[in-house]
């Protein structure tokens, strides 16, 4: 018999960074975070999280910005011929998805019911 439920809409969780929608009922992991106030679908999301969430100071400047210029090569794709970030593409996938029934997602104690502003910084 298979763990995942077979009526719709789904139960999923949204990351908070790369704001992918993964089931509930198959096992998503993740990590909650009370300092980010939300849940996030891998450590490597929580740190790029702190990451772009710290105060310059916090983290030597060159290394910050050799990170974001990272994150803006791995996190960037084309898409529909623009480039955009991942990110965002997944905010729309998963926003049309629940705006069709077939998901719904499930917050967390943690959640905020924004992003602070912090994701199209960099774009």
């Not at 809409?9 to 990351?15: D, E, G, S, T, V």
Request: net charge neutral; with cysteine.
């Amino acid at each position: 018999m298979s763990s995942f439920i077979t009526t719709r809409p789904f139960p999923c969780r949204q990351c908070l960074f790369c704001k992918e929608a993964s089931r509930i009922d198959g096992g998503c992991s993740g990590v909650e975070s009370f300092n980010h106030g939300g849940w996030f679908c891998s450590g490597t999301c929580l740190q790029l999280a702190n990451l772009f969430s710290s105060e310059p100071g916090k983290i030597n400047n060159l290394i910050r910005d050799s990170l974001i210029n990272t994150y803006n090569k791995c996190y960037t794709k084309t898409y529909q011929g623009d480039k955009i970030h991942i990110p965002r593409l997944n905010a729309e996938k998963v926003n049309n998805e629940v705006k069709c029934g077939d998901i719904y997602l499930i917050k967390s104690q943690y959640e905020h019911t924004t992003d602070g502003e912090n994701f199209n910084k960099y774009d």
